[in-house]
């Protein structure tokens, strides 16, 4: 836990010890500049553990960019907009942020904050796990999202909570809020593409690929589900929906589709004659043999015993 401010440091050197400050105690490398009428006062209250890393931050008026330098750290910025609007700008996105309003940076990539007087709290997450997390995150930085409902809600009561325990935080409990705030961004930034148009077509059809892959290495297990694709792919089952919404048929459609095909193969293999045709369908994820003859039919107009008998 530690504290700086700008306040008593001349006019001149307080951006510069702001920068120094956020290098040496949060790894983020930060360029703000003071609005032409008004002198830069920041006041920084944060806590530096082994993972974990956040603190609460009252700035007067400025401009924030990034420094053109590896201070970042491969950082990605979480904030949650207490007092005052911002404007955020990332890529091709700008946006105002007001009080309540969550949003998150790239500090590895060009961006620009700019505000009046604000109150906020900040949390510096380590991009690389996030960006596993939330394959679409490059389309999601600068959106403000509204923290006064659903999971957002959940993220900002801990962040505001942070603030509160710190001074009885352990190492091992820091390092263990660490670990599950990406998880808890992953929830709240996953379907932010749904309800923004922001994710582009080509990672929409990247997201399918990746989808296909897992049920295709997963046919064989039988529980598999809408839920548990998601949890695999860590994309929600709404967004699945939504992606596959334009396909000739639902993705649990294709699903079974593969499955019949991968037993239909077999059946046809000489070299597999001997296996049993339960055991195949088995193999395949079908626990109900009539449910598997009646879709083998449907399917492929014959019986799995007829079509084993063409085949030998």
Same mark, same amino acid.
């Given at each position: 836990?530690?504290?700086?401010?700008?306040?008593?440091?001349?006019?001149?050197?307080?951006?510069?010890?702001?920068r120094?400050?956020?290098? *040496?105690?949060?790894?983020?490398?930060l360029?703000?500049?003071?609005s032409?009428?008004?002198?830069?006062?920041?006041?920084?209250v944060?806590?530096?553990?082994?993972?974990?890393?956040?603190?609460?931050?009252?700035?007067?008026?400025?401009?924030t960019?990034?420094?053109?330098?590896? *201070?970042?750290?491969? %950082?990605?910025?979480?904030?949650?907009q207490?007092?005052?609007d911002?404007?955020?700008?990332?890529?091709?996105?700008?946006?105002?942020?007001k009080?309540?309003?969550?949003?998150?940076?790239?500090?590895?990539?060009?961006?620009?904050?700019?505000?009046?007087?604000?109150?906020?709290?900040?949390?510096?997450?380590?991009?690389?796990?996030?960006?596993?997390l939330?394959?679409?995150?490059?389309?999601?930085?600068?959106?403000?999202?509204?923290?006064?409902?659903?999971?957002?809600?959940?993220?900002?009561a801990?962040?505001?909570?942070?603030?509160t325990?710190v001074?009885?935080l352990?190492?091992p409990?820091?390092?263990?809020i660490?670990?599950?705030?990406?998880?808890l961004?992953?929830?709240?930034l996953n379907?932010?593409?749904?309800a923004?148009?922001?994710v582009?077509?080509?990672l929409?059809a990247?997201?399918?690929?990746?989808?296909r892959?897992?049920? +295709?290495? !997963?046919?064989?297990?039988?529980?598999?589900?809408?839920?548990?694709?998601? *949890?695999?792919?860590?994309?929600?089952?709404?967004?699945?929906?939504?992606?596959?919404a334009?396909?000739?048929?639902?993705?649990?459609?294709?699903?079974?589709?593969?499955?019949?095909? %991968?037993?239909?193969?077999?059946l046809?293999?000489?070299?597999?004659?001997?296996?049993?045709?339960?055991?195949?369908?088995?193999?395949?994820?079908? !626990?109900?043999?009539?449910h598997f003859s009646?879709?083998?039919?449907? %399917?492929?107009?014959?019986?799995? +015993?007829?079509?084993?008998?063409?085949?030998?």
């Amino acid at each position: 836990m530690g504290s700086f401010s700008t306040a008593a440091a001349p006019v001149a050197e307080r951006a510069r010890l702001f920068r120094r400050s956020m290098a *040496e105690s949060f790894r983020v490398g930060l360029d703000v500049q003071p609005s032409a009428n008004s002198p830069l006062i920041v006041d920084v209250v944060g806590y530096r553990g082994r993972r974990l890393q956040f603190a609460s931050l009252r700035f007067s008026p400025h401009t924030t960019r990034p420094v053109a330098s590896s *201070e970042h750290g491969g %950082r990605l910025l979480l904030s949650f907009q207490k007092e005052g609007d911002l404007d955020v700008s990332q890529g091709a996105r700008e946006r105002r942020v007001k009080p309540g309003d969550l949003f998150v940076v790239d500090l590895s990539q060009p961006f620009m904050l700019k505000t009046e007087a604000m109150a906020t709290t900040s949390v510096y997450l380590p991009l690389a796990v996030v960006r596993q997390l939330v394959p679409h995150l490059d389309a999601v930085t600068a959106l403000p999202i509204s923290a006064r409902g659903g999971t957002a809600a959940v993220l900002r009561a801990m962040l505001d909570e942070l603030m509160t325990v710190v001074s009885s935080l352990t190492e091992p409990a820091a390092d263990c809020i660490a670990d599950s705030l990406p998880h808890l961004l992953a929830a709240v930034l996953n379907p932010l593409d749904e309800a923004h148009g922001a994710v582009p077509s080509t990672l929409r059809a990247a997201h399918k690929q990746r989808i296909r892959t897992f049920v +295709r290495e !997963n046919l064989g297990d039988s529980s598999l589900d809408i839920e548990r694709i998601a *949890e695999g792919v860590r994309l929600s089952p709404r967004y699945i929906h939504s992606l596959f919404a334009d396909e000739p048929v639902t993705l649990m459609k294709w699903l079974w589709r593969e499955r019949l095909d %991968r037993c239909h193969r077999e059946l046809g293999d000489r070299g597999l004659r001997e296996r049993a045709i339960g055991e195949i369908a088995y193999r395949w994820g079908f !626990n109900d043999p009539a449910h598997f003859s009646r879709a083998f039919r449907d %399917r492929f107009g014959c019986s799995p +015993r007829q079509l084993r008998r063409r085949a030998n």
